[in-house]
């Protein structure tokens, strides 16, 4: 019988436990496996790492098949290797906590070689100085990924609409001013949603919360949705930000408004709060996404070798710049890298102001009550749409 | 135990020939209908199928508001077919028996579309409808006026669904009408019929074979559609099917997304079943 119950999850790791055994009776087998995995790199990442400019000259240069998924949250890349798929995956890029507190924790990620990879920190810029916390896991031994790109998250304005000064001092509350309903929009981004109701609401989203404050965010929830004029994509948002259908929109920031910003609507701004209910009185959030080797059985020899690859400088600002959204890369420390970046690329990812959004800005981090708040906030909606 | 055919096999001829497409089906189209099953027995937001199993996720539904995404998308599926049965039976007449050579023609402008993909279509609805776009832009700058916009509401929404589900109407419904022999509506008109009596008495009922496929064809793809709401809505309804894409992504709770799914299944299901039991489809398809 067995120890511990049957999930899809252990039986793929089972499986792959017995096809190791299996595979190390005949060695021509383990040969062939492993001939077959240096010509292969599978890639789960937010867009970017998926684009033909990334992929193409690693494909080239090492006559390898890449295959890259796009998706668009968090949880789910994360629920794909809970599922089984660490025996499919050699690399996964996500946001910050994801690698620190619940994947290398769970086992689904692999450590990297500090030795060679840390020198790559050195030359990012300065808060990414090894040994970088959100690259490391809670003991801070190991490393478990890499930085690259990153950017304020809170909302966006038309500043033709909404002066900038106006959007920073009043910070969350331009969502508790009544004469603001049906003027703005929320993005379909639902975990990211969960933090700003929290400030709106004005507590800190990343701590547990007590009934009190479960409370007001049901309420704020019910409220910010029902005076939602569109709840949808980044391109419907930059869409009805441009033709004023709607004067500002939640969640965004320089990841969202880049690209209506790259094709000249300088007025579409991602704003920062001057201040805000988090730690220190801080009102903005910044993510950081971190890129790991998969725990996979069988990983790729290719993995690392795409993890160095990413970290030159015209790759980098490729990175930057690739499939739509347009971010800054920690890389942007290194000269080499910096120098890549016209000025139109500068203002479109708001680079005149990113140091002092970053600190206004606590990191990203996992709300530690999510299930019970996304639930909350996903009756809010459907409560909303009733009428 | 398997019965015994009658020359001594476990399985006839027959049988053992459709057994490949048997198993195929099994593994194909059964088990993962049987795993989401499985899952929405599961408790919340676990990951496995080994787990006690639970009614929990079923009591979460009928604890919940998800009475509101069921009933948008019932409403918005039954709106729309009812509205497609309108604007289809006169095009789909007119395609059977009155445009002649320009039929051909007029089917391929329909059939185009489905050559795009239905969010790129969506997205230029929004182009169309936007503040300053087509409509609203050309009003503006024609006419001096500027009337409030009306994209991201329910109407707008209905739009999208009867402009996307167009073409699963029309198409089984110009068959249902092919299928009726002019000889037939000519004999009805000699023998001093109405041309409502002959709509009535010959036309519908003959056509309805086509008339039913395409109500429920269209019925069971409006009951799923979620792209409309998404991107012509803005969300301003919940269908059901943006609940259970939540519940798989966001809220990492599969086996509640599995219940919903389920539950979608099961009323969809039931509903096509009384409508099948209503009317016979080997006859009205002319298998006996």
Redesign the interface.
Known sequence: MLKT??????FMQRSTAFAAAMAAGAKFTTTAAHAAREKELNILCWEGYNSAQVLDPFRQSKGATVKAESLT?D??MV?RL??GETKIWDLINVNNPWARKIMAPEGLIKPLDRTAFEPYFDKMMPAFKAPYKWAMDEKGEQLIGMAQRFGPYCFVVNTDKVSRKTAEDQGWNLWNDPANEKKY?VL?S??WNVFNLCCIAGFDPFKVHTDDEVAKFTETAKRVFKG??????I??MN??LV???IDFHMTGGTYSASPARADGAANIRGITPNSGPMEGGKGGIVWIEITSPVNNPELSPLATEFLHYVQDPKVAHTVAFAEGTFNPVAQMGNKACFELFSKEELDAIQWDSLEEEVARSVEYDIVPDY?KL??IM??A???A??G | MAALHENGKILSQGACNALPVMIFMALGFAAPLLAVIAYSFMPPRSFGLTHTPTLANYADIFTSNSYISFGWSMLFAALTVCILAVICYPIAYGLACLFGRWSPILTLLFTIPLFVSENVRLYGWILFFIKNGVLLGTLKSWFGIEPESILFTPGVVLLGMVYVYLPFMLFPMTLGVSMVPNETREAARDLGASRFQVFREVDLPLSMPGIMIGLLLTFVLAVGAIAEAKVLGGQTIIPITHDIEIAFTYAQNWPLGAALAVLLMLVVGTLVMLVLKRFDLDAILGRR
């Open positions: 119950p049957l999930s899809r999850r252990n949250n949880p789910t629920n809970r599922a929009g379909e639902d975990d939602a004029k569109v709840v949808g994509d391109a419907t869409q009805s033709s004023g259908e299930d996304l639930d996903t009756a909606k459907k409560e749409s009733a």
